[in-house]
């Protein structure tokens, strides 16, 4: 987003009063769950401290792994609240569970916690001037994805369902995920760990329901059946041949000759065997080394690259092709190839039934006018490791102020990425109700 002066910003944030008219102006719903008006009522109340607790974590920025003060305010928080709260899962993640009066189901609602190695660029008044070391260097450290907006949301979502316990069935898990961008090179960390650690179990969970902010208009809900965001793996590719004289290359075997057909070979992976009406699917070398100087044919060259897949039997045949590929073309020509993958995060893919169940919540929380089915989008999130366990929905946010164009402002990672605040309380609303409409069976 583009930079905002302060005035521009207080602007944004006053109307509060014009925002919820705007919010409800679609709202039709039929029948809603008895439940819902207190709600909207309770959102509305403590919005003022959503707010706070979001310019907080945004001032206060912590890496994956790292997020030690984020942490300890949350779990203060969960347990002011009446939480059973867990602290430590996955090195700093914060668990909390919250009972209803009477049997029922496990809702789980997810929020990711860390910043990036972003040195923030606008000027608000909040603004992180944090800096740490990151890989050897020293960095600073911004919340340019928006993890700041995803745990005040959750934490009012946790002050909504808290003053309501006594008329909820069931549970709600409320999981405080660190180190979504990846932990520190060398540690485990994210989803994946807290999945190790079985954050998923004790109570099981049944369903669970998780939002990222985005550049669309703010307090737009965008959502999408089945696969959402990609998979996303690395590939090395190490060929040998035989180091030879450059001006006597019948002596040896041509690494880099091998190298070049295996990067056109790769290519007709997509265009030749990938049903891309289905699903599409990426495959890029970006980066192909080898070599040192004109005259000698190298011993060995070395490809990097990255998969992307929106389908997980797609992404594991175009692993197998690539190996393939590799191997084959290298040993035909009298060489040989390792190939080793790094695997990524996994296809985000919401549970079609749960997306189809809940809908309805969707367009009354945020108003039908505002809830839109969203396209296939190429980044990927750990959130996948949950909804590999168990069905999930993972819905985008818009926090794009509505007099910008959203498709041209800075985006998430980005050092001027900017968040209109008024999407908070919609985000509360729809984790809120989300877990209420889940846990009691109603719409
Ligand atoms: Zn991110
Ligand atoms: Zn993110």
Redesign the pocket.
């Given at each position: 987003m583009p930079k905002l002066g302060l005035l521009a910003l207080m602007v944004l944030l006053i109307p509060q009063a014009g925002l919820k008219t705007r919010l409800y102006a679609g709202q039709t719903a039929p029948a809603a769950n008895p439940l819902a008006g207190d709600v909207d009522r309770l959102a509305a109340e403590i919005n003022p401290q959503v707010v706070a607790w979001r310019r907080d974590f945004h001032k206060n920025p912590e890496l994956g792994n790292r997020e030690v003060r984020t942490s300890k305010v949350i779990a203060d928080e969960l347990r002011k609240l009446g939480y059973e709260v867990t602290t430590g899962v996955a090195k700093t993640g914060v668990v909390g569970v919250l009972r209803g009066s009477r049997p029922g189901p496990v809702v789980a609602l997810r929020s990711d916690m860390d910043a990036?190695p972003v040195a923030e660029q606008g000027d608000l008044p909040f603004k992180s001037i944090a800096r740490t070391e990151w890989n050897g260097q020293q960095v600073g450290v911004m919340h340019a994805?928006g993890h700041d907006n995803h745990m005040a949301i959750l934490l009012g979502t946790a002050t909504v369902l808290a003053k309501m316990k006594d008329r909820l069935p069931g549970t709600v898990k409320l999981i405080f995920q660190p180190a979504?961008?990846g932990p520190p090179p060398g540690e485990e960390g994210g989803a994946q760990q807290m999945v190790k650690e079985n954050v998923l179990e004790n109570p099981h969970v049944d369903a669970v329901f998780g939002l990222h902010v985005f550049p669309y208009p703010a307090g737009t809900i965008v959502y999408r059946p089945g696969p959402l965001m990609a998979s996303a793996d690395t590939f090395v590719i190490k060929i040998k041949g035989r180091q030879t004289h450059g001006a006597v290359p019948w002596g040896g075997i041509d690494p880099i000759v091998i190298g070049s057909q295996v990067v056109m070979a790769l290519q007709t992976i997509i265009s030749r065997t990938v049903n891309i009406t289905e699903a599409p699917a990426v495959v890029t070398v970006g980066r192909f080394t080898g070599g040192n100087r004109s005259n000698i044919v190298p011993e060995e060259v070395e490809l990097e690259g990255t998969v992307r897949a929106f389908d997980e039997s797609v992404r594991k045949d175009i692993h197998q092709r690539i190996r393939s590929i590799a191997t084959h073309l290298s040993e035909a020509a009298g060489g040989s190839a390792t190939v080793e993958f790094g695997l990524g995060y996994p296809v985000t893919r919401n549970d079609p039934a749960l997306t189809e169940r809940m809908v309805p919540t969707l367009r009354r929380a945020a108003g039908a006018d505002n809830v839109r089915l969203g396209p296939l989008t190429g980044t990927a999130e750990d959130f996948s490791f949950f909804q590999q366990k168990v069905p999930g929905m993972f819905v985008f946010l818009g926090v794009t102020p509505r007099d910008q164009d959203h498709t041209k402002v800075p985006q998430?990672?980005s050092p001027l990425f900017f968040a209109d605040e008024s999407a908070l309380p919609v985000g509360v609303r729809v984790m809120s109700n989300l877990a209420i409409d889940y846990l009691t069976g109603q719409k």
């Open positions: 990036l994805c979504e961008e998430n990672h």
